[in-house]
C-alpha cells in the first residue's frame, strides 16, 4: 500500500481521535473512556503495520502506581495504551504537536518543561498527588529516547512521587520486532530526525510486533535512587529476555474490534505467561502492514 495513502488513514483516525474525546469523552464514565482509548490506540497499531504483544501480565497493577518503560520512540505511548491506558509524563514541546499534543492534553498527560529545574519539584508533587488519589502514571526514566538496544542510565527524580506518595512501582520494557523475529530500530524517534521522517521509517520498517513485558511489582521504597536502580534492573533484564526469545511464537490473537477489545483485557489479564511466552492482543494485517 502507498505510503501517502498510509499517511492519510493515520491523518484521519487522528482526526477521529479528536472527535471522540471532544463528544464522547464528557458524558463517558472513567471505564469507558479506557475502552475508548485503548480501541482506538489498538486501531493505531493496526494502521502503523503494528501487532502487539504483552508478556508477564499477571503482574500489571491497575490503580495507584507508577508505571516506569524504557523510551524508544512516539509510538511507546500508543503502545502502552493499548495494553492499558495509562497517562504520561511528557517533554512540554509535545503540548505543540499539531492534533497529538492536543489529544495528549485532554488524556491526562503531565507536561514538563526539562530546562527548568524548579518544574521538576511542581512535577513531582503533582504526580504524588495524583498517585494518592489512586491514579496511574508512566515516566520514561531515562529521559530521552533511545534505540532500544540497550538502556541509557536511569534518572532518580521521578521516582520521588512514588516514594511521597508510598505507592509501588511497575517496571515496564518495550521492544520491536521485524516479521524475521530480529529486534528492529525502525520506530526509534532518535538523534536529528524529525517526526515525518520518524513515521516513514516506522512505516517502511513494518510490519512489526511490539512486545510489552509487565515486570514484578517494586514495593513502596523511601529511597528513590534505589528504586531507580531496581526498576532499571528489571526492565534491563526483561529486555535480554526478549532479545533473547522469538517471542510471537506462542502468542494467542485477538481482534481488536471494541468488544474483542474488552475480552482482550480479560484473556490478558487472567493469562500467565512464561518469560518466553506472550499473549497476541491484535495481529492486525501483516502482509500491507495497515487494515481496514
Excluded at 173 to 182: F, K, S, T, V
Amino acid at each position: 500500500m502507498k505510503l501517502v495513502f498510509r499517511k492519510a488513514r493515520l491523518i484521519a483516525h487522528l482526526l477521529h481521535g479528536m472527535w471522540t474525546v471532544a463528544t464522547r469523552f464528557p458524558r463517558a464514565t472513567a471505564a469507558e473512556r479506557e475502552a475508548l482509548n485503548r480501541a482506538w490506540s489498538l486501531k493505531m497499531l493496526r494502521l502503523c503495520g503494528m501487532r502487539l504483544v504483552v508478556h508477564n501480565d499477571s503482574a500489571r497493577l491497575d490503580a495507584g502506581a507508577l508505571v516506569v518503560a524504557n523510551h524508544i520512540s512516539w509510538i511507546d505511548i500508543y503502545v502502552i495504551n493499548a495494553w492499558r491506558p495509562t497517562p504520561f509524563v511528557s517533554k512540554a514541546e509535545i503540548r505543540q504537536w499539531p492534533v497529538v499534543g492536543w489529544l495528549a492534553q485532554q488524556l491526562g498527560t503531565v507536561f514538563i518543561q526539562r530546562e527548568k529545574r524548579s518544574d521538576a519539584k511542581r512535577i513531582t508533587h503533582e504526580l504524588s498527588e495524583r498517585l494518592s488519589a489512586g491514579e496511574l502514571i508512566c515516566v520514561f526514566p531515562e529521559g530521552t529516547t533511545s534505540d532500544g538496544l540497550k538502556l541509557l542510565p536511569f534518572h532518580a527524580n521521578m521516582f520521588q512521587a512514588a516514594v511521597s506518595a508510598a505507592s509501588p512501582v511497575q517496571p515496564i520494557c518495550l521492544m520491536y520486532e521485524d516479521a524475521q523475529g530480529r529486534q528492529s530500530t525502525a520506530p526509534a524517534y532518535i538523534d536529528d530526525l524529525s517526526l515525518g521522517q520518524s513515521l516513514d521509517a516506522l512505516l517502511r520498517g513494518g510490519p512489526l510486533t511490539a512486545h510489552v513485558y509487565v515486570g514484578e511489582t517494586l514495593a513502596p521504597g523511601a529511597d528513590r535512587r534505589k528504586l531507580a536502580a531496581q526498576a532499571e534492573q528489571i526492565i534491563g533484564a526483561a529486555l535480554r529476555t526478549l532479545q533473547g526469545a522469538s517471542a510471537s511464537s506462542a502468542a494467542m490473537e485477538i481482534e481488536s474490534s471494541p468488544v474483542a477489545a474488552a475480552k482482550a483485557a480479560v484473556a490478558v489479564g487472567s493469562r500467565s505467561q512464561e518469560s518466553h511466552e506472550g499473549t497476541l492482543i491484535d495481529g492486525g494485517d501483516q502482509q500491507q502492514g495497515c487494515s481496514a
